[in-house]
């Protein structure tokens, strides 16, 4: 675990290399997730955990976001948002920012491969954690 952060997570060499750290804030979470060769913030989303309002027994989401255009992890990290706050029942802010000069079809493949990769050992350090 890195000394500054609850949890940190690096899959993959450069230029495919994912980090992702996150840090609890009370009873919420940070998320940071970079990558690529030019790691930067390109979008943030805020997702609120709550019951399902068809079925209250169900843990849902709602995510508010923000793309800095040009900038295409918009879609990524509300994805992301949804299923950790559903998952960990807490209200998530992610950061993202992934950027290969550029990338061919591959290069995103491997790098969503990662990013799958990375998602998943840092839900392991949360339960491992908590």
Known sequence: MNKRWDYFVQIGEKPYCI????????????????????????AVCLSQYHPSMKDP????????????????????????????????????VITGGIHIDQASEQDIHILLGNLDQA?????????CTK
């Open 19 to 42: 980090e992702i750290l996150g840090q609890n804030i009370g009873e919420d979470l940070y998320v940071c997730i970079a990558g690529g060769t030019k790691p930067h913030i390109g």
């Open 57 to 92: 027994n169900k843990p849902s989401a709602s995510t508010s976001l923000l793309v800095i255009v040009p900038h295409k992890e918009g879609e990524i990290i509300t994805k992301i948002g949804d299923d950790l706050a559903r998952v960990l029942q807490k209200n998530i």
């Open 119 to 127: 998602l998943t050992e840092l839900k392991a350090q949360f339960y």
